[in-house]
């Protein structure tokens, strides 16, 4: 499958604001270079995947998260995500299902939609979710749950 390049900015809603826009290449069901310039950080990724308001995961997700008498059922448990996808595959998972799975009710991390969206909350128009840097941290996270 042919590379798609896609460009993404980070704005005001993330820690991150101000980011540089990030341009990304799809390959196939990857993206196969992380979207800061480096490698995220697992123990902030564990932090944020639990943390039910800014990431949101555990909603949907079961996995060995804590409190798993509040993980959702709705979507794939994730235990174990790190040795069926790459790090590549789960970074365009996290950062834009709907590259895979056009009707996914898994947000796009980091995509930014239309402006005109009125789906959307106004405050968050033309913004992602999460900044680069936290999907980073939640793929080197995911990466790890081999077993």
Request: charged residues 20%.
């Amino acid at each position: 499958m042919a590379g798609f390049v896609l460009a993404a900015t980070a704005l005001a809603a993330s820690p991150c604001a101000g980011e540089e826009a990030i341009s990304y290449v799809v390959t196939g069901d990857a993206i196969l270079n992380p979207l800061t310039g480096g490698r995220g950080d697992a123990t902030r990724g564990a932090v944020l995947m639990s943390d039910r308001h800014r990431s949101l995961c555990t909603l949907c997700h079961a996995g060995p998260f804590p409190d798993p008498h509040l993980h959702g059922t709705l979507a794939p448990d994730l235990t174990g995500v790190g040795a069926r996808l790459s790090e590549g595959q789960i970074r365009l998972r996290v950062t834009d299902m709907r590259r895979l799975m056009p009707n996914t009710i898994m947000p796009s991390y980091y995509r930014i939609v239309d402006e005109e969206d009125r789906r959307i909350a106004a405050g968050w128009r033309g913004k992602p979710i999460l900044a680069g840097a936290d999907i980073e941290d939640i793929v080197a996270y995911l990466a790890t749950l081999k077993g």
